[in-house]
């Protein structure tokens, strides 16, 4: 199974200022079609996750310009600029390049 | 709008089975895959697998194999997944979720395994 491993934020993060969540993958996740399959999640507290970004840099539909995903095959940042508290939950990377899929373990965003 | 409307909190005893559900509107049911997703109280996230109802096709996490069952009735555009043998490891919170890019979430039901 691929391992995906999500980096820690050094919270709490002041509002307006930015935050970068990192997330690794024990084996690249460029597919033969170019596209890098990698999907970021938000769950705030007591709810669903929410899809942010997917193909690594896609933004969903309706999800901010503030979010924006980057990366290599096997490395990946999710960044988060001019924080506002609705931002604040868990922070969650998904391979959807293999069977199973696998999520990180989460890195969770307070804001000051 | 798109909705998936997941049915409620589960007691369960250790042994036995449940079969939860995740009722989708909004949208054509046969046309995307439906996901389920496991969430264990203060942990992260585990894939169990997906069904696509259009032609009852499944694909599961093998470590799901012969622990979760997942079914679909399109008449009644809504999606199930029986947990079978339960025990204290199948407390947790299952999600249902649309699609290749998982865009659209169930509320969530909380099992919970106890005698």
């Known amino acids: 199974d691929i391992v995906m491993t999500q980096g820690v934020l050094p919270n709490p993060v002041p509002s307006g200022e930015s935050a970068s969540i990192t997330c690794r993958s024990s084996?690249?996740?460029?597919?033969?079609?170019?596209?890098?399959?990698l999907n970021w999640f938000l769950q705030r507290p007591g709810q669903s996750p929410q899809l942010l970004t997917y193909w690594m840099s896609t933004r969903a539909s309706g999800v901010s310009d503030r979010f924006s995903g980057s990366g290599s095959g096997t490395y990946f940042t999710l960044k988060i600029s001019r924080v506002r508290a609705e931002d604040a939950g868990v922070y969650y990377c998904q391979q959807v390049r293999e069977y199973p899929r696998t999520f990180g373990g989460g890195t969770k965003l307070e804001l000051k | 709008q798109v909705q998936l409307q997941q049915s409620g909190a589960e007691l369960v005893k250790p042994g036995s089975s449940v079969k939860i559900s995740c009722k989708a509107s909004?949208?054509?049911?046969?046309?995307?895959?439906m996901h389920w997703i496991k969430q264990q109280p203060g942990n992260g996230l585990e894939w169990i697998g997906w069904?696509?109802?259009?032609?009852?096709?499944?694909k599961y996490n093998q470590k799901f194999n012969g622990k979760a069952t997942l079914t679909a009735d399109k008449s009644s555009s809504t999606a199930y997944m029986q947990l079978s043998s339960l025990t204290s490891e199948d407390s947790a919170v299952y999600f249902c979720?649309?699609?290749?890019?998982?865009?659209?979430w169930g509320q969530g039901v909380m099992v919970t395994v106890s005698s």
């Open positions: 084996k690249s996740l460029v597919y033969k079609d170019g596209k890098t399959y």
């Open positions: 069904i696509y109802p259009g032609n009852g096709n499944t």
């Open positions: 979720a649309r699609g290749t890019y998982y865009d659209y």
């Open positions: 909004g949208y054509t049911f046969t046309s995307y895959d």
